[in-house]
């Protein structure tokens, strides 16, 4: 009969696994590295089937891959945008579809926020924030002019605008802080180092501090420091923000001042959030990361128990 067969059929459907579609920007950073395998190990340990695509840094890529998603009917879409603007038109095929958008990481810049069901990632203005109220404590005794230089992340992205707003809404009280370069570095290790050679060149000795937007800049610009025979964190003071292992090495070495936190590990949360709306829940519009900032001094102690 029609109730025996459906009867056979449900554990069946019971076991139906939940399919999530996640397109990831790409492995620019430690930080990067770190998220992936946050969500893939995440959604293993949730039962969740994850359809997980890498962009390598280009939203044209992050753009098929959601359209990719759409058409093999996902039940959740989730992605972190390389940039901030340009995703009205494929988060309403998404709508359309009425398949449910989890922003996670980064923010997209779109009036109609009917578009995604959650956005969840850290406040990257705060972070900014973090790392310029920290400056403004270490140089308060400082006479004269201190000149700074930035290494802002991937442009258009909002890690990018975000930092850079912070950190200067809090140095600009102080007009004796000077932000006297400032480009971007990609959020790579290879593109800070390159960049921070072109400051090094341009401005010399001149330079009192490097504010970058990721580690993984920093690191690559402690090279070119070092290169161009200067101590770092001694004759350059350095901030950067993540606070991924490889920023506590540089700590622990003597070699980085402070790095401002950002958790890549959203893949829990994620899982979760997936699992509540395919419950019918409601999600918060806004989940934001907690996170704390961890200076050279600390460093040591606080190593063993860093989980990226
Ligand atoms: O969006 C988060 C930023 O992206 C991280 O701070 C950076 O390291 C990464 O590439």
């Not at 988060?91 to 956005?119: G, H, M, Q």
């Not at 504010?211 to 770092?232: F, R, S, T, V, W």
Request: with cysteine.
């Amino acid at each position: 009969t029609a109730a025996a067969a459906l009867a056979s059929a449900l554990p069946a459907m019971a076991q139906k696994k939940i399919v999530l579609g996640f397109s990831q920007i790409g492995a620019e950073s430690e930080w990067r590295t770190a998220n992936s395998e946050s969500i893939k190990q995440s959604a293993k340990d949730a039962g969740i089937e994850l359809k997980f695509s890498d962009a390598q840094q280009k939203q044209e890529n992050q753009i098929k891959a959601i359209r990719s998603f759409i058409a093999q009917k996902v039940d959740v879409i989730a992605f972190s945008p390389v940039v901030e603007s340009g995703w009205g038109t494929v988060l309403r095929e998404a709508k359309a579809a009425k398949i449910p958008v989890i922003l996670t990481d980064r923010a997209v810049n779109e009036k109609d926020d009917s578009l995604w069901v959650t956005f969840m990632g850290s406040d990257f203005v705060e972070e900014g924030r973090k790392a310029g109220r920290w400056l403004v404590d270490k140089m308060k005794d400082a006479k004269g002019e201190v000149n700074i230089v930035e290494l802002q992340g991937t442009v258009g992205s909002a890690p990018a605008i975000d930092r850079k707003k912070g950190f200067e809404e809090i140095v600009k009280a102080d007009p004796k802080f000077k932000i006297i370069r400032s480009q971007t570095g990609d959020f790579t290790r290879a593109k800070g180092k390159e960049v921070m050679e072109a400051f090094l060149k341009a401005e010399g000795k001149k330079i009192n501090v490097l504010y970058a937007h990721n580690d993984d800049m920093a690191i690559g610009a402690i090279q070119a420091i070092e290169e161009a025979g200067l101590k770092p964190a001694k004759d350059i003071v350095i901030i950067s923000i993540d606070a991924v292992k490889g920023a506590f090495e540089a700590m622990m070495a003597g070699k980085l001042n402070v790095s401002v936190e950002c958790s890549p590990l959203l893949g829990g949360q994620l899982m979760q959030a997936v699992k509540d709306l395919k419950a019918g829940k409601t999600l918060p519009k806004r989940i934001v990361t907690e996170e704390g900032i961890f200076p050279m001094e600390v460093a040591a102690k606080e190593f063993p128990k860093r989980k990226y």
